[in-house]
């Protein structure tokens, strides 16, 4: 009995001293009731013996009083959190949306949605949630392609820890497709795996890098020929710190390991005729990054002022778009003010100044000559140049 209760005394003790020592930071919701039930199981135990005692009781009584404290403790981060998400919410979208028409309320239609969910659990590898929706939801999605894509998370798990064996074995298997994109996938690669041996080595007999590169880079220097030359020029500024002084400080910095990643990750969604970012998640960042509600706002101040955009297909707004999800040209044209399109390029000058093809066109004259609207040098049309952003 009093080892019993010297235990409860412990416990309760020990549960006061470290909410002193946390300062108001609680345990979690999970770790006090595992705690709690983990107590009241063993005086359960002990009072089917009849070996429990009053004190025992009391200290019981307390302990579970404390862990009441600490759930409420809890619940009220929560509460204050979601009190502030909500308040992040209105602040980001000071404007609602627009509501339309129930847009999934046919079978075929809620299938599609069901479908694209599942594929996005399984794209960014929440692997048993999408077990969990596929079977509760009855979507037919092949084993073989959620096969796949475990492998393409196993082979991303393999990249993070720098072991890009499984990559480079993928990679192999599906050269010919690789070949077919001009992809440099498997290039980078083994000059990801020849710079480890390089560094490795840290010393000026880099013997095994160089047998690696002469083993697997070398059919690679037809289509890399002045990468490949820095890959085995750096290898004079050996050891590491005279590398990192050298003009090829890039090769040792960790970042030239960080591209493999996402690059796998495209060439292998392309294999599966997908694209390399999930659908849902590009819907999610640009209506999450307050895309839709800027373009609410413009329709609503076009329709008060009873005006049209005036070109098809393109915004008369700038809308915040992240990098990855911006698709084309973004140039606006300095004369004409439109926007750059396939069959009106941006077009550089020989003084180095850029208009679109329309306006270079208006601005020639009967002999092809253009006078630059912003410098005083001409140039002919013949040596302008499509420039790509």
């Known amino acids: 009995m009093d080892g019993a209760l010297k235990e409860l ?25 595992d705690s709690l039930l983990q107590t009241l199981y063993g005086q359960k135990k002990r009072l089917e013996d009849g070996l429990a005692s009053e004190e025992e009781l009391q200290v019981l009584t307390k302990t579970v009083e404390t862990r009441k404290k600490e759930v409420d403790e809890r619940q009220k981060e929560v509460y204050n ?8 919410l209105d602040k980001r979208f000071p404007n609602s949306l627009p509501t339309y028409d129930p847009l999934f309320d046919s079978p075929a239609a809620e299938a599609d949605l069901e479908h694209v969910i599942a594929m996005h659990f399984l794209r960014t590898g929440r692997f048993s949630t999408a077990e969990t929706f596929i079977e509760e939801f009855g979507v037919n999605i092949p084993s073989d392609l959620q096969t796949q894509f475990m492998d393409l998370h196993r082979i991303l798990l393999a990249l993070q820890n720098q072991d890009i064996g499984p990559a480079l074995e993928w990679a192999k298997g599906h050269r010919a497709f690789l070949q077919s994109r001009s992809s440099s996938l498997e290039f980078y690669l083994h000059r990801s795996q020849y710079i480890h041996l390089l560094l490795a080595s840290d010393s000026a007999d880099p013997q095994r890098a160089i047998e690696y590169a002469n083993q697997h880079l070398r059919a690679f220097y037809p289509s890399h020929t002045l990468e490949f030359q820095r890959l085995m020029s750096c290898i004079i500024y050996l050891p590491l710190a005279r590398l990192q002084a050298s003009p090829y400080a890039d090769l040792a910095s960790p970042a030239v390991h960080f591209d493999l990643e996402p690059m796998f990750a495209t060439e292998f969604s392309a294999s599966l005729g997908m694209s390399k970012q999930a659908p849902l998640r590009v819907v999610g960042d640009i209506g999450g990054g307050g895309a839709l509600a800027k373009i609410e706002k413009g329709r609503k101040i076009m329709r008060e002022q009873k005006s049209e955009w005036s070109q098809t297909g393109e915004l008369p707004i700038e809308i915040p778009l992240p990098a990855e999800n911006r698709y084309h040209s973004i140039f606006a044209c300095p004369v004409s003010k439109d926007q750059s399109t396939e069959q009106n390029p941006p077009m550089m000058m020989t003084c180095g100044h850029v208009i679109s093809k329309d306006s270079l066109q208006k601005l020639s004259k009967a002999n092809g000559r253009v006078k630059c609207p912003y410098c005083p040098v001409e140039s002919t049309m013949s040596l302008a140049m499509p420039v790509y952003f």
């Open 9 to 33: 005394a412990k416990l309760d003790k020990l549960t006061s001293k470290s909410a002193a020592l946390n300062k108001g930071k609680t345990p979690a919701i999970n770790d006090s009731l």
């Open 81 to 88: 959190c979601l009190a502030r998400y909500g308040k992040a």
